[in-house]
T-cell receptor
Framework: AQSVTQLGSHVSVSEGALVLLRCNYSSSVPPYLFWYVQYPNQGLQLLLKYTSAATLVKGINGFEAEFKKSETSFHLTKPSAHMSDAAEYFCAVEGAGGTSYGKLTFGQGTILTVHP | ETGVTQTPRHLVMGMTNKKSLKCEQHLGHNAMYWYKQSAKKPLELMFVYNFKEQTENNSVPSRFSPECPNSSHLFLHLHTLQPEDSALYLC????????????FGPGTRLLVL
């Protein structure tokens, strides 16, 4: 069975500072990995995804994530935070095959707060 | 309309009511999903449909009844719900189960009194 762990349910940064949101996964096969963002009273919006191509993935709004197989990690970063980045961020994994086929397993989410 | 839409956006119902949530996707996808999002809990997958056939029922109580009449529409029929069923219900779609990238609707915020 797959699992996703997001380290830190709340992260607070100053505007202009580096954003780092951590995600570790467990999967018995090479996974597909995703980051989604959820703004208040809205659904989830896809930020970026890793599907076994380049290990450094660039997404929307200046975010990127690096797949590190040896560390089973897929951390999300942004060089300079903006006030509009304040939201909840979810990491998700899909491990093709078996009972996990076509299903995403989500982490518990990290709420990002950006201070002026 | 583009993407995935859900109606209504907000719903208040009593425990004896019957209501339905509607989801429509305009992406030409063949797989659709219902999720439940409760406070302080990870997203819970409820149901999966692929080419109109249900492929997953994640031990959901029978007071939730899904319906997928075609690949573009997905319903969640609700009856005799409990207060603990209050949550945000999210619909998502993907090309099919072999392409796992899911696109989400805005959700229906449900309050059961």
């Amino acid at each position: 069975a797959q699992s996703v762990t997001q380290l830190g349910s709340h992260v607070s940064v100053s505007e202009g500072a580096l954003v780092l949101l951590r995600c570790n996964y467990s999967s018995s096969v090479p996974p597909y990995l995703f980051w989604y963002v959820q703004y208040p009273n809205q659904g989830l919006q896809l930020l970026l995804k890793y599907t076994s191509a380049a290990t450094l993935v660039k997404g929307i709004n200046g975010f990127e994530a690096e797949f590190k197989k040896s560390e089973t990690s897929f951390h999300l970063t942004k060089p300079s935070a903006h006030m509009s980045d304040a939201a909840e961020y979810f990491c998700a994994v899909e491990g093709a095959g078996g009972t996990s086929y076509g299903k995403l397993t989500f982490g518990q989410g990290t709420i990002l707060t950006v201070h002026p | 309309e583009t993407g995935v839409t859900q109606t209504p956006r907000h719903l208040v119902m009593g425990m004896t009511n019957k209501k339905s949530l509607k989801c429509e996707q305009h992406l030409g996808h063949n797989a659709m999903y219902w999720y439940k999002q409760s406070a302080k809990k990870p997203l819970e997958l409820m149901f999966v449909y692929n080419f109109k056939e249900q492929t997953e029922n994640n031990s959901v109580p029978s007071r939730f009844s899904p319906e997928c009449p075609n690949s573009s529409h997905l319903f969640l029929h609700l009856h005799t719900l409990q207060p603990e069923d209050s949550a945000l219900y999210l619909c998502a779609s993907s090309q099919d189960l072999s392409e796992p990238t899911q696109y989400f609707g805005p959700g229906t915020r449900l309050l059961v009194l």
